[in-house]
């Protein structure tokens, strides 16, 4: 009797049954040698029900272990588990987490490609380290020769099933803060069109995926991708999937880039284009080498988005070696003067273990401090097993301290909530347009003021509480809830101080308009067109709400949406001899309502007014979220 083969590769949620891509390798590579395949471990499981697998781990040979960053702890569960209950077991290991270093608890550690390390082990020739070489021929595919393996989990599988894929396997740069450059040798190696085009037939036709994640590092990086979304959306209206698709973008050239996401979105394949910011401020870039990817190709790039109507969603990293308070907050509003006002999403520096940053000489540099949390920061889920989820985040350094830390933790949440989630959006841009006031000169102001206020300090005060639980030791990879008015939090930080702030919408606003309104006629008259227009617990679900105007903001509004940016001043709306009556158009998506005007939220994506329309419903007291929190309309008012 031949070996018996367990694949493991636990994936970062539960959200869907992702097929591991080495199963298919192993599958494929020893094909014609003696050996059993069991059913692979493809979805998350916990220290209580690890032993759920005892009786497939006894009848293992040989426990392929494929590892990441956010599955890590939970191999090593698996591994010391396999050897109590199978002490003959071999135990295999590769992936991102060992390009540089190598652990003593596995047999072997490979490191490099999995391609070409299997055949050693089989054979019984391999060491405790394995480096492969990097294979320059990718003819056969797993994909096509394996579907019986992957139809399998399918038909198995509770959860939609997704895929990943790869066209292009490398990366040609080097950012100090990623793991790709440097584990593939800052080499890339593109497959063979005809492949890429066979693979994602059978796939799309055959396997049907709700979900198709791209493993590329800088899909658009060379001009046949363009052809590649091309035809990812043809399958998606021949087939009907994927239902959704993620990649990572190339930062190199704009106009390929913004022609790859405008073919993807109208293809119904994704929502938006993302835009890796990372950070807009030169010097930060430079020292995290990642000045090469000049800021002005993202600021091309966001503007054709924005110009042309293709939904996007920026990402920025905070705590980059270099960054201040006030470089952090300038970086954050920029991206705003860029017309990227829906939807930001800021992630803390995670340093990956085969970083090129991870290394004694920079963190000597910089003074780098560190602490280890929950990977998944933004998802603060109350009811789930977060282990497989920890990392290292910088909470300190040599250009800002922990408590400037926290700040621009504070920072991040307020920007947010009053201008990605509109709250002041449109009284910025009035400031920004006709007034000529930088965004970050009208947020600095009013955030100021803002934390002054009973309203403003009774979040930062528990939000504070939050983050520095996470920089006691104490709590040192353990899950730390997000509480608020008692209450367990399963949301994001950001959410909770929008829905705070709506649950005290009439107090907000005055406090606005008592600040900055008082002089000016039409300044109050937009602050109270703001204020009406956001849902409320008056707010109708059927009707929706008429709001008075004295100045034609719905037109003024709809004609700046068209440009991302402008460089003279823009005139003000004129006013009208009576009040216009405007009715909010309603949105009705699986049954939840829009909680405001399409119109105050121009440019949104499809993933934000999914949330919008959730908290709408409970802010209207329809529903209840998970965890401990009650209904939002049962929640404290200020004042």
């Known amino acids: 009797m031949g070996s018996r083969i367990l694949v493991s590769c636990p994936p970062i949620s539960d959200n869907f049954a992702y097929y591991p891509y080495i199963d298919l390798i192993a599958r494929d590579e020893l094909r014609d040698h003696d050996v059993e395949f069991h059913r692979c471990i493809y979805h998350r499981f916990t220290p209580d029900t690890v032993g759920d697998f005892d009786d497939i781990l006894i009848q293992t040979d040989v426990l392929l272990l494929s590892c990441y960053i956010w599955n890590f702890q939970l191999q090593l569960i698996l591994t010391k588990r396999a050897r109590m209950v199978n002490p003959s077991i071999l135990v295999v290991a590769g992936g991102p987490q060992l390009h540089r270093q190598y652990y003593d608890w596995f047999d072997h550690n490979v490191i490099g490609e999995a391609e070409g390390a299997l055949q050693q082990i089989i054979d019984g020739t391999a060491g405790h380290v394995i480096n492969t070489p990097r294979k320059t021929d990718f003819k056969r595919s797993p994909y096509i020769n394996q579907l019986p393996a992957l139809l399998d989990i399918k038909e198995a599988s509770p959860n939609p099933l997704g895929i990943i894929f790869e066209t292009s396997r490398g990366c040609p740069y080097g950012c100090s803060y990623c793991d790709w450059g440097s584990l593939t040798l800052s080499k890339v190696h593109f497959y063979e069109m005809e492949r890429v085009k066979s693979e994602l037939e059978v796939i799309c036709r055959d396997v049907k995926p709700n979900y198709l994640f791209l493993a590329d590092a800088n899909f658009g990086i060379v001009e046949r991708?363009?052809?590649?979304?091309?035809?990812?959306?043809?399958?998606?209206?021949?087939?009907?999937?994927?239902?959704?698709?993620?990649?990572?973008?190339?930062?190199?050239?704009?106009?390929?880039?913004?022609?790859?996401?405008?073919?993807?979105?109208?293809?119904?394949?994704?929502?938006?284009?993302?835009?890796?910011?990372?950070?807009?401020?030169?010097?930060?870039?430079?020292?995290?080498?990642?000045?090469?990817?000049?800021?002005?190709?993202?600021?091309?790039?966001?503007?054709?988005?924005?110009?042309?109507?293709?939904?996007?969603?920026?990402?920025?990293?905070?705590?980059?070696?270099?960054?201040?308070?006030?470089?952090?907050?300038?970086?954050?509003?920029?991206?705003?003067?860029?017309?990227?006002?829906?939807?930001?999403?800021?992630?803390?520096?995670?340093?990956?273990?085969?970083?090129?940053?991870?290394?004694?000489?920079?963190?000597?540099?910089?003074?780098?401090?560190?602490?280890?949390?929950?990977?998944?920061?933004?998802?603060?889920?109350?009811?789930?097993?977060?282990?497989?989820?920890?990392?290292?985040?910088?909470?300190?350094?040599?250009?800002?301290?922990?408590?400037?830390?926290?700040?621009?933790?504070?920072?991040?949440?307020?920007?947010?909530?009053?201008?990605?989630?509109?709250?002041?959006?449109?009284?910025?841009?009035?400031?920004?347009?006709?007034?000529?006031?930088?965004?970050?000169?009208?947020?600095?102001?009013?955030?100021?003021?803002?934390?002054?206020?009973?309203?403003?300090?009774?979040?930062?005060?528990?939000?504070?509480?939050?983050?520095?639980?996470?920089?006691?030791?104490?709590?040192?990879?353990?899950?730390?809830?997000?509480?608020?008015?008692?209450?367990?939090?399963?949301?994001?930080?950001?959410?909770?101080?929008?829905?705070?702030?709506?649950?005290?919408?009439?107090?907000?606003?005055?406090?606005?308009?008592?600040?900055?309104?008082?002089?000016?006629?039409?300044?109050?008259?937009?602050?109270?067109?703001?204020?009406?227009?956001?849902?409320?617990?008056?707010?109708?679900?059927?009707?929706?709400?008429?709001?008075?105007?004295?100045?034609?903001?719905?037109?003024?509004?709809?004609?700046?949406g068209k440009s991302a940016y402008f460089d003279k001043a823009v005139n003000p709306p004129d006013r009208h001899n009576k009040e216009l009556v405007f009715s909010t158009n309603q949105v009705n998506i699986e049954g939840a309502t829009e909680f405001t005007s399409s119109r105050i939220l121009w440019h949104k994506t499809k993933n934000q007014k999914r949330k919008m329309q959730l908290y709408a419903k409970a802010i209207l007291g329809q529903i209840d979220f998970r965890g401990e929190r009650t209904q939002f309309k049962d929640w404290k008012r200020v004042s």
């Open 225 to 560: 991708d363009v052809e590649i979304a091309q035809f990812i959306a043809s399958m998606k209206e021949k087939y009907g999937y994927p239902k959704s698709f993620y990649y990572s973008v190339s930062k190199n050239n704009a106009d390929r880039n913004f022609k790859i996401g405008k073919v993807l979105y109208e293809g119904g394949v994704v929502d938006n284009y993302i835009v890796s910011v990372v950070h807009t401020d030169r010097d930060v870039l430079r020292i995290n080498s990642r000045g090469n990817i000049k800021t002005e190709r993202f600021k091309e790039l966001s503007q054709k988005c924005v110009d042309n109507g293709l939904p996007t969603q920026t990402q920025l990293v905070m705590g980059m070696p270099g960054d201040t308070v006030e470089r952090w907050f300038n970086s954050f509003c920029e991206t705003f003067e860029w017309g990227l006002h829906a939807e930001t999403k800021p992630y803390w520096y995670n340093v990956l273990p085969n970083a090129p940053a991870n290394n004694k000489k920079f963190w000597s540099e910089w003074d780098i401090i560190t602490q280890r949390v929950i990977f998944s920061q933004a998802r603060l889920k109350a009811d789930d097993e977060l282990i497989d989820k920890t990392a290292e985040i910088i909470v300190s350094c040599k250009s800002f301290t922990t408590e400037d830390w926290i700040v621009m933790n504070k920072h991040s949440r307020w920007l947010q909530a009053l201008h990605n989630f509109a709250l002041l959006r449109n009284v910025a841009m009035y400031y920004r347009h006709v007034l000529e006031q930088p965004y970050n000169v009208f947020y600095a102001s009013i955030i100021d003021y803002l934390w002054s206020t009973d309203l403003g300090q009774q979040y930062n005060i528990q939000y504070e509480s939050y983050l520095r639980k996470l920089l006691d030791t104490r709590y040192q990879e353990e899950y730390v809830p997000f509480e608020f008015n008692g209450r367990e939090m399963n949301i994001e930080p950001e959410d909770v101080l929008f829905m705070h702030i709506l649950d005290n919408k009439e107090h907000f606003y005055w406090l606005i308009n008592k600040e900055f309104g008082y002089d000016s006629m039409i300044v109050q008259d937009l602050i109270k067109y703001q204020k009406d227009s956001m849902i409320d617990m008056s707010y109708s679900p059927e009707d929706g709400r008429s709001v008075a105007m004295n100045y034609n903001w719905i037109q003024w509004f709809d004609e700046i």
